[in-house]
């Protein structure tokens, strides 16, 4: 039970349910209503949101700070890490990337950076936050944005429309459409392969999409799994009370590899997905 472990008349059920549960808005009977969502999809998770903005701005005001601090003379501690990022994130951009484009490693660096920071979110002690919140009337709050399947869905689809358009950009409408029509079989337009043309374009198609939408999902998918399973085991190791402290950051310290990891992970599958779509053959 988690009155005797520290969390008042809660269960180790409740904390746990409430500790995974979001800070909600919702439309009902033309009023808006807050945590009483449930199965509403129309929901807006408003931690998520604050988190996710929040942590964007940081990393604008942080690497804003250092541009206009940069000196070639006397480069301060920050610049220095700064420059780090960037030089790490262009090197890999360079040996993935094999097309042109302005867009590239900036979406990159912003991609690392800003889930860099999301991720980090999860080593901040799982009670510390939401009981700050509860202190001042906020029910519940979920401070790992990456842990929400809308944030990480949100992101990948955001890399799946710009790998349609570059898909389009560099092999025209009808390159795409056959890409996703003639491979991996190619179909025969001559002689008796005409009449198995049709059958073997509809198999190509429905192989080639389910790669094509597979890209999104598992980008996002990796990213919140990976994210929801550590936030998960931090917060069965704060049932321990006060037996938690060693356990907590050992498994803080493994955590940031992960952290690390996962940032890395989504950034470099997103450059990938664009390289490929950005070949002309």
């Not at 998520?48 to 990393?59: A, D, E, I, N």
């Not at 009981?131 to 799946?160: E, R």
């Amino acid at each position: 039970m988690a009155t005797e472990d520290g969390h008042g008349a809660q269960t180790s059920g409740e904390y746990i349910a409430h500790h995974l549960q979001n800070l909600q808005v919702c439309k009902v009977d033309d009023a808006w209503v807050w945590n009483h969502c449930a199965g509403n999809p129309m929901a807006i998770n408003v931690d998520s949101m604050f988190f996710s903005v929040l942590l964007g701005l940081l990393f604008i005001l942080i690497f804003r700070g250092a541009a206009k601090k940069a000196s070639s003379r006397e480069p301060g501690k920050m610049q220095a890490f700064v420059e780090i990022v960037i030089g790490f994130i262009d090197s890999s951009v360079k040996d993935t990337f094999h097309g042109k484009s302005r867009l590239i490693a900036p979406l990159a660096l912003t991609i690392f950076v800003w889930v860099f920071f999301m991720n980090l979110m999860d080593l901040v002690p799982v009670d510390w936050l939401p009981f700050a919140g509860q202190a001042v009337g906020i029910s519940y709050l979920k401070v790992v944005p990456t842990t929400d399947i809308n944030v990480v869905f949100g992101m990948s689809i955001s890399v799946f429309v710009l790998v349609l358009f570059y898909s389009i950009r560099s092999k025209g409408l009808g390159g795409f459409i056959g890409e996703l029509t003639l491979h991996p079989i190619a179909p025969t337009f001559k002689g008796p392969g005409i009449i198995a043309a049709p059958l073997i374009i509809a198999f190509n198609f429905v192989l080639e999409f389910v790669a094509l939408v597979a890209k999104p999902v598992s980008l996002a998918l990796r990213l919140f799994g990976n994210m929801f399973a550590g936030e998960l085991i931090f917060i069965l190791i704060a049932l321990l009370g006060i037996w938690q402290l060693p356990l907590h950051f050992g498994w803080a310290v493994f955590h940031i590899l992960i952290v690390t990891l996962q940032a890395f992970i989504f950034m470099m599958l997103t450059v990938v997905y664009l390289s490929l779509a950005s070949e002309e053959h």
